[in-house]
């Protein structure tokens, strides 16, 4: 009954901010790294920026210095907050568990566009 319920997309013109939101039930932060997920058009789901239970946070090359990952545990939730948006970015954002144990959600839609 664990479940995630992510927020906070939308479309955005390049260079243009967003900061999404992963509500977690259940123990979710008190069991492993919780990490965001995006799965672009044609291409492979891909984790880009994970965060531990004591806050220590990891981030793939292609965000890092633009996202930033952190965590509320009195609201149980993860945010990605995401500058300097980029048409790249464009994709489906999903919170999971880093290795991702659970079902994927519905994901929350990014657009990065002109």
């Known amino acids: 009954q664990v479940q995630f319920v992510e927020s906070g997309g939308g479309l955005v013109q390049p260079g243009g901010s967003l900061r999404l939101s992963c509500a977690a039930s259940?123990?979710?932060?008190?069991?492993?790294?919780v990490g965001w997920y995006r799965q672009a058009p044609g291409k492979q789901r891909e984790l880009v920026a994970a965060i531990t239970r004591g806050g220590s946070t990891n981030y793939a090359e292609s965000v890092r210095g633009r996202f930033t990952i952190s965590r509320d545990n009195v609201k149980n939730t993860v945010y990605l907050q995401m500058n300097s948006l980029k048409p790249e970015d464009t994709a489906f954002y999903y919170c999971?568990?880093?290795?991702?144990?659970?079902?994927w959600g519905q994901g929350t839609q990014v657009a990065v566009s002109v």
């Open positions: 259940g123990i979710i932060f008190s069991i492993g790294t």
């Open positions: 999971n568990l880093e290795p991702p144990v659970f079902n």
